[in-house]
């Protein structure tokens, strides 16, 4: 809310907005970073239209720096006499009588009142009925006076319920994001992309915005994703690799899943881009070889294409040329049981066609931070070096291995742990709050969508 001085713009008479609180403490305890802002309303705000009314368990909850800018208080029944005094300065020796709804006014002298009931029922849930249908009448006769500019006549101006209604809910972020509803699955065709040369996914909502989060591939090239146990690691792994299987045909897309815990990618296998499942070494060596051998054909064409333009004096664009092969995406899940499984000649195997940029591989591993944040590993190491991926805890270490910090986040955020499938997706040292999505949620699941986009793949 930015507030405006009165010479910023005329105020209008005709409306007023009302700002309603209830218990002030458990929003200051939820929402501590806006301190200032409802401090700034209380402060400033009944200069331009907009009044604050707001509920607390006593005047010892609220700070007096929001306090002191309220001029009208009441007090119902209070659990200190010396409150009473809080509230209504010198006169509060007064007390209100023991009776519901009883309570002061503040004034000079204060005055004594009883509350009134909204509408007429004997119990609570006769007067919500009641209330829900004074409600729904209000809207039904509510009227606007405009004016006939011609006349200067005002005339009344019926809306329905439907032009205005009730007040929108506010966006609450969901326990689970099923992908199913980011993608929605096709039938018998790959899904519409998001971008018309990227691959470009929604992974999740953004915790502050509720909006997708999109992610590209060429924003990597290559990614970590880091957290402990239990954390949703896998589970966005598997979401990734489903939602880009459901947008991308295999002309586009090839799909490397190593899985040496033979779990948490084996529903996948069926997948048409799903070039080779590798749960074993000799698979990891012959899929890496054939990797290596890709994208030294693809660097050769490249030259090729470049020393051909150069004769002609034109120039040719790396990106749309590589932009005719399919991407070549390795998904590591839990990169500890390959470190402990694969032979070091294995893994410098795979480093040397990780040292091959910009011809479209892509290298996704999961892990916990002892295993990604290791200096002594190269492996993730020289993923690590490209800073970019998700973070599945508020724990310094896990944010450390995309170079964020505990001082990046808002508020209570580092003290507080993280619910599975929540945290940050990192990139170039800044980040973004994420409720990753689940494939495991949702009318559609793994299995069922894997069946789907197979059939679709003949």
């Not at 507030?3 to 305890?29: C, E, H, K, Q, W």
């Not at 990597?220 to 966005?236: C, D, R």
């Not at 069926?270 to 698979?283: C, G, H, M, T």
Request: glycine share 8%.
């Amino acid at each position: 809310l930015t507030l405006l001085p009165t010479s910023a713009f005329p105020i209008p008479d005709t409306r007023a907005i009302v700002v309603v609180l209830d218990n002030y403490s458990g929003f200051m305890s939820n929402y501590p970073e806006l301190e200032e802002q409802l401090a700034e309303i209380a402060r400033e705000g009944g200069l331009l239209g907009i009044h604050l009314a707001m509920t607390a368990n006593g005047p010892s909850f609220v700070k007096s720096r929001v306090s002191g800018n309220f001029t009208l208080a009441v007090a119902l029944q209070l659990a200190e006499k010396s409150d009473y005094t809080t509230v209504m300065g010198r006169f509060g020796s007064i007390e209100p009588a023991p009776v519901a709804g009883r309570g002061l006014v503040k004034g000079t002298p204060p005055l004594e009142f009883q509350t009134a009931l909204p509408t007429d029922a004997d119990n609570e849930y006769g007067r919500t009925t009641a209330l829900r249908e004074l409600v729904s009448q209000m809207a039904s006769a509510w009227q606007r006076q405009t004016t006939d500019d011609s006349q200067g006549i005002p005339s009344p101006i019926v809306l329905r319920p439907s032009s205005f209604g009730a007040a929108p809910p506010i966006p609450m972020l969901p326990q689970t994001v099923p992908l199913c509803e980011l993608v929605p699955p096709g039938s018998d065709v790959w899904g519409m992309t998001f971008d018309d040369e990227d691959l470009v996914v929604p992974l999740g909502l953004d915790v502050d915005t509720l909006e997708p989060v999109l992610v590209d591939l060429s924003d990597g090239p290559h990614f970590l994703i880091s957290g402990p146990v239990q954390s949703g690691k896998t589970t966005l792994l598997q979401a990734w690799m489903l939602a880009l299987s459901e947008h991308f045909n295999p002309s586009q897309l090839n799909l490397y899943l190593v899985d040496f815990r033979r779990s948490g990618l084996s529903q996948l296998q069926r997948l048409p881009q799903v070039k080779a499942y590798i749960d074993e070494d000799s698979k990891l060596k012959s899929a890496f070889a054939e990797i290596g051998q890709e994208l030294r054909n693809r660097k050769q064409a490249l030259e090729l294409a470049q020393r051909d333009a150069e004769e002609r004096n034109l120039s040719v664009d790396k990106r749309s040329f590589l932009s005719q092969f399919p991407a070549l995406v390795v998904a590591i899940d839990d990169y500890d049981a390959l470190r402990d499984i694969a032979p070091a000649e294995t893994k410098e195997f795979a480093l040397n066609q990780l040292r091959e940029r910009g011809l479209g591989l892509h290298v996704i591993v999961t892990g916990s931070s002892t295993d990604l944040g290791s200096n002594w590993e190269e492996l993730p190491k020289q993923i690590k070096a490209v800073r970019t991926g998700f973070a599945l805890s508020n724990d310094q270490s896990d944010l450390q291995v995309l170079n964020l910090s505990t001082r990046m986040l808002v508020g209570n955020e580092a003290s507080v742990p993280l619910p599975p499938g929540q945290g940050y997706y990192g990139r170039t040292g800044r980040m973004r709050r994420i409720k990753t999505a689940t494939a495991q949620a949702g009318d559609l699941r793994v299995r069922d969508w894997v069946a789907l986009i197979a059939q679709r793949g003949g």
